[in-house]
């Protein structure tokens, strides 16, 4: 069983910065992908970006050049680096962690965090 949990969301205008954080708890077999969704009010959850294995990280498009996402082992914390940020991103932003590569779609993770919410204004 994985527990997730996320933090550091809030509000800042556009051009800001903010990190995510995603404390995790749990089997690391289980914790092989960890990533980030975002899903907007009346919009699809989307993936955002992912680390698997430790060591590759792959970025959704629209992101790209933007976000940074970084994993400490020591800490078993998952996190993002929100830089320019734009009011597009404006969402709640889960933490997901799956079992095997990372995927883009919400089905290929079993574990999620309660979200976070990010508004840029």
């Known amino acids: 069983h994985v527990q997730l949990v996320e933090s550091g969301g809030g509000s800042v205008q556009a051009g800001g910065s903010l990190r995510l954080s995603c404390a995790a708890s749990g089997s690391p077999y289980s914790m092989y992908c960890m990533g980030w969704f975002r899903q907007a009010p009346g919009k699809e959850r989307e993936w955002v970006a992912g680390i698997e294995g430790d060591v590759t990280t792959t970025y959704a498009d629209s992101v790209k050049g933007r976000f940074t996402v970084s994993k400490d082992n020591a800490k078993n914390i998952l996190y993002l680096q929100m830089n320019s940020l734009r009011p597009g991103d404006t969402a709640m932003y889960y933490c997901?962690?799956?079992?095997?590569?990372?995927?883009?779609?919400?089905?290929?993770?079993?574990?999620w965090g309660q979200g976070t919410q990010v508004t840029v204004s």
């Open positions: 997901a962690a799956g079992i095997s590569r990372c995927g883009s779609r919400p089905a290929d993770f079993g574990s």
